[in-house]
């Protein structure tokens, strides 16, 4: 598949926000990295992503075949840390690459905009041990830290499961 890879603009916003919500929310997502079975509501909006992409310690990265927009990730500089979020893929184009492909060229091109950064970190549901695995094979390691889930007016947690953010990390 050729793929195309480059920064997120202000007329990408709809396109991103519709892949992250229904890769993340959308009850019948067929997706494997779906939250629906233990939050309810959305996860970003647009007034969101516009606020991202006007931060200059972020970068949203886009992969896109025939201009259409596939799959969405963000870098974001703290300190001498680039934490990496909002990583979603099309549900109907899930395990076929893209994703391992963006994470990639993300991870690269953060590294020639940010050279004094040290260290990727990204925090994942502690409970979602198949995406756990699955950044494992990509470098990260588990540092045995939690976090509290953050609290929003835009989801409801739909378990009673206690929600905890597992913290993973790869040096760069």
Request: net charge negative.
């Amino acid at each position: 598949m050729d793929l195309e890879f480059c920064e997120a603009k202000k007329e990408n916003i709809k396109d991103m926000e519709n892949i992250i919500n229904t890769a993340y929310r959308k009850i019948s997502s067929n997706g494997w990295t779906g939250e629906s079975h233990l939050l309810s509501g959305i996860r970003v909006n647009e007034y969101m992503l516009e606020e991202i992409l006007k931060d200059e310690n972020i970068r949203t990265f886009l992969a896109k075949k025939d201009d259409k927009v596939l799959a969405t990730i963000q870098v974001k500089k703290e300190s001498s840390a680039l934490i990496i979020g909002l990583f979603a893929v099309c549900t109907e184009v899930q395990s076929s690459g893209i994703g391992k492909k963006l994470l990639d060229f993300a991870e690269n091109r953060a590294k020639e905009i940010f050279k004094d950064c040290t260290k990727f970190v990204m925090e994942v549901i502690s409970s979602r041990s198949e995406l756990i695995a699955y950044y494992n094979r990509r470098g990260y390691k588990n540092t045995d830290v939690y976090l509290e889930f953050p609290k929003s007016e835009l989801w409801t947690p739909t378990t009673n499961e206690e929600l905890k953010l597992l913290v993973l990390e790869k040096e760069i």
